[in-house]
């Protein structure tokens, strides 16, 4: 009864996903589109770019759209204020408010872009881009929006628009002063106070959301590793998929010694000789003089060397001891191999005493 208890408790903690995701599996999910990545250090990041160069970037529009109001409202033009000049005048405010936007929306959407792709890397997962049917199903939807997940990312929401709206408050009290200023300067002088005014509120919130993205962040990775845990039958189960079953492999890799063994006791009686050490170990050789070289077509310690012995012996094959030469040959050449040069001359003493002896026995 306690060995059955043992062992239900062990395969409870085997199904556990308890072990750090594989390679592989980290492949796998990332090809579903499977990654983490913090949306709040998106944001902060973008807000960071946008008000960190807005300042700038309104000193040299201001110019041109200075002079762009110089030149429409003019007062050749107010003398014909009709509703064509108006409307000529509102559609080429709108280009220019156009041609003045989009570099600054471009920057903040490149700096989006880099974060994102420092985050997760290219990725780029076609399937996601399928329209799939749980995405506007009500109840999927009222699922989402009840879940555990959902309450959380609230709290989180509820919790950085309290803390934005600390520091905004504090950066705009701290800028009160200029702006009770407003009415005692000029109109450029409060345009640059304004400027600066809302640029060093937009930077104070952009690094404390930079502080929480980066939290978020590493929140992230921590759900993320969590989520693509395996357990231990599951690495198993991979193994096997991608290396194969263990025990497959021993059997096929037995059964291929096995043909191995076959066809090199075919290939036996088809040798010139075989060179022993005399007990140990066994080579037999087959001389054609096409291939430049003698043939290794067998070779074997213990066992197999006595069985090549054997089966010369059946076939009238010689067989000829040179203890040193054997041990060599079983070394350094595999079978199928021709022998390695530097062996040339003691094998071709051999052979030649072979073909020596067989003259003789005709």
């Known amino acids: 009864m306690e060995e059955l208890r043992v062992r239900i408790n062990l395969q409870f903690f085997a199904g556990e996903k308890t072990e750090p995701a594989t390679p592989k599996k980290r492949r796998d999910v990332r090809k579903k589109g499977q990654v ?5 250090l998106v944001v902060a990041v973008s807000i960071l770019v946008s008000f960190s160069i807005l300042p700038k970037y309104l000193e040299i529009v201001r110019g041109y759209a200075l002079s762009f109001l110089a030149s429409s409202l003019s007062v050749s033009q107010i003398d014909q204020f009709t509703y064509h000049t108006v409307t000529d005048i509102l559609f080429k405010s709108i280009l220019v408010i156009g041609a003045f936007t989009l570099p600054l929306m471009l920057i903040v959407a490149v700096a989006g872009v880099l974060i994102n792709v420092l985050q997760t890397g290219p990725l780029y997962v076609p ?3 399928q329209p799939k049917f749980e995405r506007i199903n009500p109840l999927e939807g009222l699922k989402r929006m009840f879940s555990k997940r959902s309450l959380v990312n609230l ?5 950085k628009v309290l803390i934005v709206g600390y520091i905004a408050y504090g950066a ?14 000029s109109l450029a002088d409060a345009f640059y106070l304004i400027v600066d005014a809302i640029s060093d ?3 104070k919130v952009g690094f404390l959301l930079l502080v929480i993205g ?3 962040f590493l929140f992230q990775w921590w759900e993320y590793e969590k989520s693509i845990r395996m357990s231990k039958q599951e690495i198993k189960e991979e193994y096997k998929q991608t290396e194969g079953d263990p025990q497959i492999k021993a059997r096929i890799r037995a059964k291929q010694r096995q043909l191995a063994r076959a ?3 075919q290939a036996i009686p088809t040798a010139d000789v075989v060179i022993t050490n005399p007990t140990h170990v066994a080579v037999a050789l087959r001389y054609e003089p096409e291939k430049g070289a003698p043939e290794v077509v067998a070779k074997g310690r213990g066992l197999l060397a006595a069985k090549i012995k054997e089966i010369a012996m059946e076939h009238d094959v010689p067989i000829v001891e040179r203890p040193e030469l054997a041990r060599t040959i079983y070394k ?3 079978i199928g191999q021709l022998i390695p040069p530097e062996l040339y001359k003691a094998v071709a003493e051999v052979l030649a005493f072979v073909y020596k002896l067989k003259r003789k026995s005709i």
């Open 127 to 129: 399937s996601l881009l």
């Open 201 to 203: 509120v937009g930077v």
């Open 332 to 334: 350094l050449a595999e």
């Open 36 to 40: 983490f990545k913090s949306q709040d």
């Open 263 to 265: 066809r090199m006791v």
């Open 214 to 216: 980066i939290l978020d």
């Open 155 to 159: 709290l989180k929401s509820l919790l």
């Open 172 to 185: 705009l009290a701290a800028n009160a002063a200029k702006v009770l200023t407003l009415g005692q300067v």
